[in-house]
C-alpha cells in the first residue's frame, strides 16, 4: 500500500519569502510518480509539479521546485518568493505504474495550508 | 476545451435518497477517477476506472456505483444517501494510468445529506 504523509498542517510565509513545504512517501512499488497540487479556497485542483522515481533531477516549474530525496522518501515543494496568490492548501500526491493491481491508483497526503502575509 | 466537467456543483439530499453525479471529460483520457474530500483532509479514492467498460474500487468503494459504458463520461451513483456521504466529490481523469501522467479535475460536487 501507498502512504503519503505532510506533517504541516498550516504555514506561515512572509510574502517576496521562500517557503517549503515537506512531503514524505512509502511504497514498495520502483517505478512511481511523484505530485503536488495546489487548492485554492476556490475549491479546484490546480497540478503544479511532478518527479519521477528513476529522474535525477529536481523537478522545476516556474517558482516551484521539488526537492527530491529518494533515499529518504521525501519529495518537498519549495515556493520562491512567495506572492499573495499563493495561499492555498497544497497537496502532495503518488502514483504508482506497472502492471500490478494498483497501477495507476493516487494516494493523496492530508494537505498542508499555507498563508501568505503581506 | 471544457476539460473535465461535474454536474451538478452543489446538492442537498435526504437520507435513503439516491442520485448521480455526473462527469465528462473531451480529453479523451482513458484513465478517470472519483475521490472524495472531507473537511481538512486529503483526496480519498472511491473508484476508478482505466477504460471504457472497466471499473475497480478504491479505498471508499462502499454505498456507490459507477459504470464506463464510454470513454468520455463516468458517473458516480449514490444508492442510498447517508449523512456520513456528506462531502466534496471530485471526478478526475488521465491520458493513461501511468505514473508519469498528472491528473485533471473537475470544479467539484459539494453534497450534503441530511
Known amino acids: 500500500a501507498q502512504k503519503i504523509t505532510q506533517t504541516q498542517p498550516g504555514m506561515f510565509v512572509q510574502e517576496k519569502e521562500a517557503v517549503t513545504l515537506d512531503c514524505t512517501y512509502d511504497t514498495s512499488d520502483p517505478s512511481y510518480g511523484l505530485f503536488w497540487y495546489k487548492q485554492p479556497s476556490s475549491g479546484e485542483m490546480i497540478f503544479l509539479i511532478y518527479?519521477?522515481?528513476?529522474?535525477?533531477q529536481n523537478a522545476t516549474e516556474g517558482r516551484y521546485s521539488l526537492n527530491f530525496q529518494k533515499a529518504r522518501k521525501s519529495a518537498n515543494l519549495v515556493i520562491s518568493a512567495s506572492q499573495l496568490g499563493d495561499s492555498a492548501m497544497y497537496f502532495c500526491a503518488m502514483r504508482v505504474t506497472g502492471w500490478f493491481s494498483n497501477a495507476g491508483k493516487s494516494t493523496f497526503g492530508d494537505g498542508t495550508t499555507l498563508t501568505v502575509k503581506p | 476545451n471544457a476539460g473535465v466537467t461535474q454536474t451538478p456543483k452543489f446538492q442537498v439530499l435526504k437520507t435513503g435518497q439516491s442520485m448521480t453525479l455526473q462527469c465528462a471529460q473531451d480529453m479523451n483520457h482513458e484513465y478517470m477517477s472519483w475521490y472524495r474530500q472531507d473537511p481538512g483532509m486529503g483526496l480519498r479514492l472511491i473508484h476508478y476506472s482505466v477504460g471504457a467498460g472497466i471499473t475497480d474500487q478504491g479505498e471508499v468503494p462502499n454505498g456507490y456505483n459507477v459504470s464506463r459504458s464510454t470513454t468520455e463520461d463516468f458517473p458516480l451513483r449514490l444508492l442510498s444517501a447517508a449523512p456520513s456521504q456528506t462531502s466534496v466529490y471530485f471526478c478526475?481523469?488521465?491520458?493513461?494510468?501511468?505514473?508519469?501522467?498528472?491528473?485533471?479535475f473537475g470544479d467539484g460536487t459539494r453534497l450534503s445529506i441530511l
Open positions: 478526475a481523469s488521465s491520458y493513461s494510468r501511468e505514473a508519469n501522467q498528472p491528473q485533471h
Open positions: 518527479q519521477g522515481s528513476y529522474d535525477q
